[in-house]
């Protein structure tokens, strides 16, 4: 068994240990900037190809990308490492400190005494760019309806 000798990476013209699994094949070392030019230069050398060339042209490629994602949706989502079921936590509502609502006006919207209530309307007025009263109070009992249906199903589904 011959021992492994150093090789010269294609990229940055350093001299680097192969892994010695794979010391006939490994041209780039480990760099990050080495790894680049190798998955690079490896797509290159495979779009070349001539059964590879028009891979990713023409209507029986579209129809196979659009089936392979039919069949594994939400593939390019990011997942949660903490997932948070947030119908199953309990938000107990707690009054209000140091705040004075006697300088409010009196409303629909104002009638709203706790600061948890202002940073949801605030942040209703932020994601729907809506500043007047009328246009957040269609929002406000929309979203009011959509959790209370939420709500509703996720009872009747565990049988309660």
């Known amino acids: 068994m011959e021992p492994i000798k150093r090789k010269k990476c294609r990229h940055c013209r350093k001299l ?11 041209e780039y070392c480990c760099e990050p900037e080495c790894r680049r030019a190798s998955k ?14 028009n891979y990713f042209c023409g209507p029986t490629n579209v ?3 659009q089936e392979w994602r039919k069949n594994h949706p939400g593939y390019w989502r990011r997942k949660s490492e903490n997932p948070i079921n947030a119908l199953q936590e309990i938000l107990n509502q707690q009054p209000p400190e140091n705040m004075d609502t006697a300088d409010l006006p009196s409303g629909v919207l104002q009638d709203i005494e706790s600061t ?4 949801l309307l605030g ?23 959509l959790g209370q249906d939420i709500v509703n199903n996720s009872i009747h589904s565990r049988g309660g």
């Open 16 to 26: 680097f240990w192969p892994n010695p699994r794979n010391v006939t094949r490994q």
């Open 40 to 53: 690079t230069d490896s797509q290159k050398r495979w779009t070349e190809k001539p059964e590879n060339r």
């Open 63 to 65: 129809e196979r990308v």
């Open 116 to 119: 948890q209530h202002l940073v």
């Open 123 to 145: 942040l209703i007025a932020e994601f729907t760019g809506a500043a007047l009263q009328d246009d957040l109070e269609i929002t406000v009992h929309r979203l009011l309806q």
